[in-house]
């Protein structure tokens, strides 16, 4: 049943074949692309994994997810008296 999902409803293969269709490539560019995006994810890849972890603290998780400006004024934990303010810069 994935399989058939997959195949009929794949975006991506979906676009592929309208770009064969429309005659904009050949399956030999396509082919290229994939190649060269599937090179560029494996090198970002690698460096992330050749980077430490982070450390797990609650400050860490809540940073980067807002627009600077945007964020509310806490957020709230798991239980009414875990909150997390976010610094003001």
């Known amino acids: ?21 429309w005659e904009v ?12 995006a599937r090179e ?12 430490p972890a982070p450390d797990a603290t609650p ?4 940073e980067d997810i807002y627009v600077r400006g945007s964020e509310p004024e806490y957020l709230r934990g798991r239980i009414p008296e875990e909150n997390f303010y976010y610094e003001k810069n």
Do not use: W, Y
């Not at 030999?28 to 692309?33: A, D, N, P, T």
């Open 25 to 36: 490539a050949t399956e030999s560019e396509l082919k290229s692309i994939d190649k060269q």
């Open 59 to 62: 400050k860490i998780l809540f």
């Open 1 to 21: 049943e994935i399989q058939r999902m997959r195949s009929t409803q794949d975006p991506i293969a979906g676009l592929k074949q309208k770009i064969l269709d």
């Open 40 to 51: 560029s994810v494996d090198a970002e890849v690698k460096e992330a994994e050749a980077m």
